[in-house]
């Protein structure tokens, strides 16, 4: 399949907090039938041997682009070094310890040009830190709106890839978790909908204990965002918390 002359660069600002990851993320991204990508790594002040791993890849490969944070800043902040410095079109996102399949930029950019789509995700498969696959793939519906997603959200960090040129570059917003959520929901500010690709495209490492494993830590942070960040009611926001809720029991 190719991708038209023109429409082909990707930029993909990469979170890398998990030294072991390192090696296993940069293979996904060399067996990637398109080539022709941007690794924009914002290391948020590591403490391990990731920087040393990451400049020793950019030696052999000018892809690589490297920016270790001075301080421990949180992820919103490194995310959004990495879009700042984004060159290309295309913004994705794929963290230290997730994974992409071979097709996955080549097939959902290809989705996004030929249908003139501007935000889209896909399907993805939950994994655990051995690779073995947990429960069914996480699938989600043909296309959502701001009200849909405020519900909850359905579009996982490692699949969401957004159109600058058409959306301009969008920011994540400055808290220390969900600050994913918060980009889905300015992004729907600028576009009516957000469309899946119906395939699975990539695994999400969910170890057991972590922070994004715990359905319900994760609520407080969901009623921060729509409180503060959006600047809800307390009335709305209960709404939504409850909607959200109902959407974690169903998983």
């Known amino acids: ?34 080539s022709d990508w941007e690794w924009l790594v914002t290391d948020d002040s590591s403490i391990d041997d990731t920087p040393k791993i990451l400049r020793q890849l950019a030696k052999n490969d000018s892809r690589l682009k490297l920016k270790v944070l001075e301080f421990n800043s949180g992820a919103a902040v490194a995310r959004n070094f990495a879009i700042e410095n984004a060159s290309g079109r295309f913004i994705a996102f794929l963290d230290a310890d997730d994974e992409w399949l071979p097709e996955k930029l080549e097939k959902q950019i290809f989705f996004m040009i030929e249908n003139k789509y501007s ?3 896909c399907w993805y498969q939950p994994i655990d830190n051995q690779g073995n696959k947990i429960g069914p793939v996480l699938k989600a519906p043909r296309k959502m709106n701001y009200y849909d997603m405020l519900k909850f959200n359905q579009v996982g960090c490692l699949t969401a890839v957004y159109d600058t040129q058409k ?9 220390r978790k969900r600050q994913d959520y918060g980009l ?36 407080k942070y969901h009623w921060h965002l729509f409180r503060e960040i959006e600047k809800f009611s307390l009335a709305k926001s209960i709404y939504y918390l409850g909607w959200n809720i109902l959407g974690k029991l169903k998983k």
């Open 1 to 34: 399949m190719q991708i038209p002359a023109g429409f082909s660069h990707y930029d993909r600002p990469i979170i890398i907090t998990r030294q072991k990851y390192i090696r296993t993320v940069y293979s996904c991204l060399l067996n990637q039938t398109c």
């Open 119 to 121: 935000f889209t995700h």
């Open 167 to 175: 959306l301009g570059k969008v920011y994540m917003p400055s808290i």
């Open 184 to 219: 889905w929901l300015n992004l729907l500010k600028k576009t009516p909908y957000v469309y899946c690709l119906p395939e699975c495209m990539a695994q999400y490492r969910n170890a057991p204990g972590s922070i994004s494993s715990n359905k319900f830590e994760m609520l």
